[in-house]
């Protein structure tokens, strides 16, 4: 039922990524920081991703030599998830990792950016969009207008629904309170369901409660370090996406600050964290779903030919609304569509 990712290519930044390496190579003595730089992340200390995140700091100060120290934020370290986007444009802090679809009113082209339902799950399909159909560009002006750089995405496996009860039908979503923020809420609005946008740390309790009744995660990875499986015990075998595409941002004015090698040592370690993302997660989603199972995860009835069709229409009119949101998002659109011809 799971998808994993149809071929890692290896189009992810390989010059930077060179570029980097022998920069951070260079240096044999240590310096004093000249940038010390808090960088807020999504999840909570001891988590998978938690860790990937810190080695992307760590690959900073070392590549660095010491002359950028950047500060790890986990989740509920002073900067929640919904803070993490506009927390990094006014400068509170240096660099962040946001989730785009907990800032569609702020940024609605990092909604398309993410990933609409219905995307594919083939990680060189998506680099070519992102790094030779034009996505990129498109995405540095949007991300710049606010304040922001934009450095190179980094691929996570596709994105699930886990409910309290079993879906024996599309039908069954009518009605329930499922935390599903940006176009995953509004795909499930069109099943009948209540959308609810919650951060990540706040999706157990919820469960536990019953404030929801089921939860979308970044990944299968997700669920199983959120413990979810103990409140809710059923997947949806059909996917809402087929991959999530997130980005790492810097503060432009902290960026300014930094000389040309070490603009480059970030956009290297950046990439780096890209390719270990997309790799540790091939293996973690396979690891976190026998882990999740052995807790009594269970799959809800494979859907229908009726209900596939009814899943497929649920997104349809999602490229249309997304693209009249703002000038970048239909500029990504059209992109899109194009490649889809």
Known sequence: MIK??????????ASSLAVALGLGAVASTAHAAEHNWRFANLYNRGTA?????????????TMSNGRINVQMLYAGEGV?????????KTGLIAMGAPFQSMHAGELPAGVVEVGLPGGTDDVGELSTLFHEKGWAPILKEAYGSQGLVWLDPYVQPPVYVITKD?????????????????????FLRNLGASPVSLSWSEIYTS????????????????????NHVEVAKYMYPLPLAGAQVLPIVVNRNA?????????????GATAIHAQEQMTKSILWESEALADMQAKGLKWSPEPSDADKVAWKEAGM?????????????????DVLRKEQQ
Request: aromatic fraction near 8%; charge should be neutral; hydrophobic fraction near 35%.
């Open 317 to 333: 009119g999602l490229l249309d609304e997304y693209a009249a949101s703002d000038k970048y998002s239909k500029q990504l659109i």
């Open 166 to 186: 079993p879906i024996t039908s599309v039908e069954d979503f009518k009605g329930l309170k499922i935390r599903a923020p940006g176009a995953y809420g509004k």
């Open 207 to 226: 469960l536990s409660t019953g404030v929801i009744d089921g939860s979308i995660g970044s990944n299968i990875i997700d669920h199983r370090d959120g």
């Open 255 to 267: 960026w300014k600050k930094l000389s040309p090698d070490l603009q480059a040592i970030v956009e």
């Open 49 to 61: 991703f938690g860790e990937v995140y810190q080695n992307l700091a760590d690959n900073i100060n």
């Open 80 to 88: 929640g998830q919904t803070g993490i986007l506009g927390s990094v």
């Open 4 to 13: 994993t990712f149809q071929q890692v290519k290896k189009q992810l930044m």
